[in-house]
Every structure is written in structure tokens, then in C-alpha cells.
């Protein structure tokens, strides 16, 4: 991993950071348990206009049609 610290004079200087981590992270707990009491599903009209797909016409920096509405 690198990161980017300032020196003095605002020059920027890459470190290489070595972090410890385990070969196999759980994250089981984060997982859904599905429909709890209290919720309820959205309606498919309401998901699309929030669910952004991949484009590969999607270039940074330019806006997409969705958001030119």
C-alpha cells in the first residue's frame, strides 16, 4: 500500500506501507439475514433509479445522461 505525505516545502513523497493482515477475513456477520421485521422491499422502479451499473462508455470527468437529468 502507498501513501502520499507532504514534506516540508508542501513537497509530496511516496511511502510503501506494509500493514499485517490475516490471510482470510470473516465477514459473515456482515452479511444479510434477509427481510427483518419493520422493513419492507422497495419497488423495482425506485431500485433502478438509484442502482448505477457499469459502462464502458464511462469515462471520468464526464457527465452521463442519467445525471444530465
Not at 21 to 50: F, N, P, T
Amino acid at each position: 500500500m502507498r501513501k502520499i505525505v507532504i514534506e516540508t516545502g508542501w513537497v509530496p513523497k511516496e511511502l510503501d506501507v506494509y500493514v499485517d493482515v490475516d490471510d482470510v477475513i470473516d465477514i459473515s456477520h456482515m452479511r444479510s439475514k434477509g427481510l427483518q421485521s419493520g422493513e419492507e422491499l422497495l419497488h423495482e422502479e425506485v431500485i433502478a433509479e438509484y442502482v448505477v451499473l457499469p459502462c464502458s462508455s464511462w469515462r471520468p470527468g464526464r457527465a452521463s445522461a442519467a445525471s444530465a437529468k
